[in-house]
């Protein structure tokens, strides 16, 4: 498991590209294996695993002071490769592309599997400590509320899917689901805002390898941006916006966690105050 520790505003300010990309952007898929990313931000551990032939348990580091991954913790899951399974305290859990799964705070036994080593699952996974223990659930993409927003004329036309979050899977604090632009449309989340309650996670997939996502971060009045390739996490704190354009569309998981699990608890940045 490794350890990060992101820059607070004050840093921020002063950080050349290299150093926002250490601090903000995590790169965790790695075929036939299982990693993890422990960053101090409200205590979210990010993770993706890619099992193959060999099956991949989630275990509790020595980071962690704990006897299992969730015995202070929730986590949620989501598939956005071949099909595979979740192994929860002995209960199976198939996941086919898209769906998702929340893992309740007291399991104690987490395994990944794929159906198919040449095609394999890929998992990616969001936790944040929890003072509550809700049921392991999952989540299919039919069943998902779904949220249809923005315009062709303003190439943000996207689909967003919410599948852990106040009136869907309940949790303790975690919230989670993906959202999918549709052919044409580019942006994500602009006009921007950020949560000054919460922590959140934009995860992008679905991007080609000649394809990249220019994500917008930092104070409305200061701005930087990271180039994003497929597969990658960035990390958005409290003071940060959390915007996206592509070179074509594309799609993200993102995750919260903080004081609240509203959808809607966002603290606009009005255009002209971009910087």
Same mark, same amino acid.
């Given at each position: 498991?490794?350890?990060?520790?992101? #820059?607070?505003?004050? &840093?921020?300010?002063?950080?050349? !590209?290299?150093?926002?990309?250490?601090?903000?952007?995590?790169?965790?898929? &790695?075929?036939?294996?299982? /990693?993890?990313?422990?960053?101090?931000?409200?205590?979210?551990?990010?993770?993706?695993?890619?099992?193959?032939?060999?099956?991949?348990?989630?275990?509790?580091?020595?980071?962690?002071?704990?006897?299992?991954?969730?015995?202070?913790?929730?986590?949620?899951?989501? /598939?956005?490769?071949?099909?595979?399974?979740?192994?929860?305290?002995?209960?199976?859990?198939?996941? &086919?592309?898209?769906?998702?799964? @929340?893992?309740?705070?007291?399991?104690?036994?987490?395994?990944?599997?794929?159906?198919?080593?040449?095609?394999? #699952?890929?998992?990616?996974?969001?936790?944040?400590?929890?003072? #509550?223990?809700?049921? !392991?659930?999952?989540?299919?993409? #039919?069943?998902?509320?779904?949220?249809?927003?923005?315009?062709?004329?303003?190439?943000?036309?996207?689909?967003?899917?919410? @599948?852990?979050?106040?009136?869907?899977?309940?949790?303790?604090?975690?919230?989670?689901?993906?959202?999918?632009?549709?052919?044409?449309?580019?942006?994500? !989340?602009?006009?921007?805002?950020?949560?000054?309650?919460?922590?959140?996670?934009?995860?992008?997939?679905?991007?080609?390898?000649?394809?990249?996502?220019?994500?917008?971060?930092?104070?409305?009045?200061? !701005?930087?941006?990271?180039?994003?390739? /497929?597969?990658?996490?960035?990390?958005?704190?409290?003071?940060?916006?959390?915007?996206?354009?592509?070179?074509?569309?594309?799609?993200?998981?993102?995750?919260?966690?903080?004081?609240?699990?509203?959808?809607?608890?966002?603290?606009?940045?009005?255009?002209?105050?971009?910087?």
């Amino acid at each position: 498991m490794n350890i990060r520790y992101t #820059a607070g505003l004050a &840093e921020y300010k002063a950080m050349d !590209t290299e150093a926002l990309r250490n601090a903000f952007l995590a790169d965790l898929f &790695e075929t036939g294996k299982l /990693n993890l990313l422990y960053c101090e931000l409200d205590r979210v551990i990010l993770g993706a695993a890619v099992p193959t032939v060999e099956a991949l348990a989630l275990e509790a580091g020595r980071e962690m002071a704990c006897d299992f991954f969730c015995q202070r913790r929730e986590a949620g899951v989501l /598939n956005i490769g071949g099909s595979g399974s979740v192994l929860v305290d002995g209960v199976e859990h198939p996941l &086919e592309n898209r769906d998702a799964l @929340y893992i309740g705070r007291g399991c104690k036994t987490i395994v990944f599997r794929s159906n198919e080593p040449a095609n394999p #699952a890929r998992f990616y996974l969001v936790s944040y400590p929890a003072h #509550a223990e809700y049921p !392991t659930k999952v989540a299919r993409r #039919a069943d998902a509320h779904a949220i249809h927003l923005g315009t062709a004329l303003q190439a943000n036309k996207r689909t967003i899917y919410q @599948y852990i979050h106040e009136k869907g899977i309940p949790s303790c604090q975690l919230v989670m689901g993906y959202t999918e632009l549709e052919p044409g449309s580019v942006w994500n !989340t602009m006009p921007c805002h950020t949560h000054e309650r919460r922590t959140e996670v934009y995860m992008y997939f679905d991007l080609n390898s000649d394809q990249r996502v220019l994500h917008f971060m930092g104070p409305g009045h200061e !701005t930087r941006h990271l180039v994003v390739s /497929n597969e990658q996490a960035v990390l958005s704190p409290m003071w940060s916006i959390h915007s996206g354009c592509g070179m074509g569309a594309y799609s993200f998981c993102w995750a919260m966690g903080g004081e609240n699990q509203r959808f809607d608890d966002m603290d606009p940045v009005a255009l002209e105050n971009l910087r």
